[in-house]
């Protein structure tokens, strides 16, 4: 998988790239600012990106313009966004298109190696991975329709497919059956009319339709 990396701080884009390198990555471009990441995005080698919400110019929002921009060229392109805190304005912009393949991770997950590769890795997969950070945020501030169908506990089962997890570790988190879980997220996909598609498809539709309310 050829990545590119956008990282502005030396020593966290050396430490990001050696350990992508060594769990099987390739880093195709390492950007430090916007017009750097603009010009790797448009490799069309590129399949998926790690990027920084801030870098330079501004240090403000330049990572989060370029990884919408590169999905509006290419649907579905793999975009993990990492950022120093939860800004959930950002989260809503980067999942507007209504794609899956997207990831937002607080920088202090990156710390544990195995949670930041599997995450960059279901991400690239198609997947939607979120900092359960992340999550605690939407949920606040999120509005209840059209998710006010939703019983507590699925609102729980759906809150851990938003971080990526799968059937068996919503069980273990819940202390339930993996039959209750799948009964579970059977009834969210009938409360939130998405119909009979593959289930894969349905759990990130789900998941974007919980985010985006």
Do not use: C
């Amino acid at each position: 998988m050829r990545l590119v990396l956008a990282e502005d701080h030396a020593l966290l884009r050396a430490g990001m790239i050696q350990l992508l390198e060594a769990n099987g990555f390739t880093i195709l471009h390492a950007a430090v600012d916007a017009p750097s990441l603009d010009v790797a995005l448009r490799d069309p080698a590129a399949q998926a990106a790690v990027v920084d919400v801030r870098l330079p110019p501004s240090q403000t929002d330049e990572g989060l313009r370029a990884a919408i921009a590169v999905r509006e060229a290419r649907p579905g392109f793999p975009v993990m966004v990492i950022s120093q805190y939860v800004e959930h304005l950002y989260a809503r912009e980067l999942l507007a298109s209504g794609e899956g393949a997207v990831g937002y991770l607080l920088k202090d997950r990156v710390s544990d190696v195995a949670e930041f590769v599997d995450g960059v890795r279901r991400v690239a997969a198609g997947g939607t991975v979120l900092d359960p950070e992340v999550v605690a945020t939407i949920m606040a501030r999120r509005r209840e329709e059209p998710l006010d169908r939703l019983t507590p506990r699925e609102r729980e089962v759906l809150a851990l497919m938003a971080e990526g997890r799968s059937n068996a570790a919503i069980a273990a988190r819940l202390v339930v059956t993996d039959k209750a879980v799948a009964k579970h997220i059977n009834s969210i996909f009938a409360k939130l009319d998405l119909g009979t598609a593959e289930d894969d498809h349905r759990r990130v539709r789900a998941v974007l339709t919980w985010l985006r309310a």
